[in-house]
Nanobody, 122 residues
Framework: VQLQASGGGLVQAGGSLRLSCTAS????????MGWFRQAPEKEREFVAG????????TYADSVKGRFSVSRDNAKDMVFLQMNSLKPEDTAVYYC????????????????WGKGTQVTVSS
């Protein structure tokens, strides 16, 4: 399973970033997609998830109202729009794929793929 997250960078608090994740059609099709993150010296945590057709989304309480997950099934891509960023959002962000339980953060994924660094300065 190859998952590649991109779009990270350095941004000031209050700013925005849009992360993207690509996956092979075999991986993307009929699977939910989700985002997790890992801050320095902290455990990896769930951020957001979206169902295969995009009809269902779920978010961690810490990002509700600020982050938005979406997907483009024609392009095999999933996105995480992050607004009103805070220094505590600083982390490496990973995209994952799998069942709803996986992409909703209820179970661990089989693969993590390559993450992208997001750094929010105060």
């Amino acid at each position: 399973v190859q998952l590649q997250a991109s779009g990270g960078g350095l941004v000031q608090a209050g700013g925005s970033l849009r992360l993207s994740c690509t996956a092979s059609r075999r991986v993307f099709s009929n699977n939910g997609m989700g985002w997790f993150r890992q801050a320095p010296e902290k455990e990896r945590e769930f951020v957001a998830g979206i169902s295969w057709r995009g009809g269902s989304t779920t978010y961690a309480d810490s990002v509700k109202g600020r982050f938005s997950v979406s997907r483009d099934n024609a392009k095999d891509m999933v996105f995480l729009q992050m607004n009103s960023l805070k220094p505590e959002d600083t982390a490496v962000y990973y995209c994952v794929t799998g069942s709803w339980c996986v992409v909703a953060g209820l179970e661990g994924p089989d693969n993590w793929g390559k993450g992208t660094q997001v750094t929010v300065s105060s």
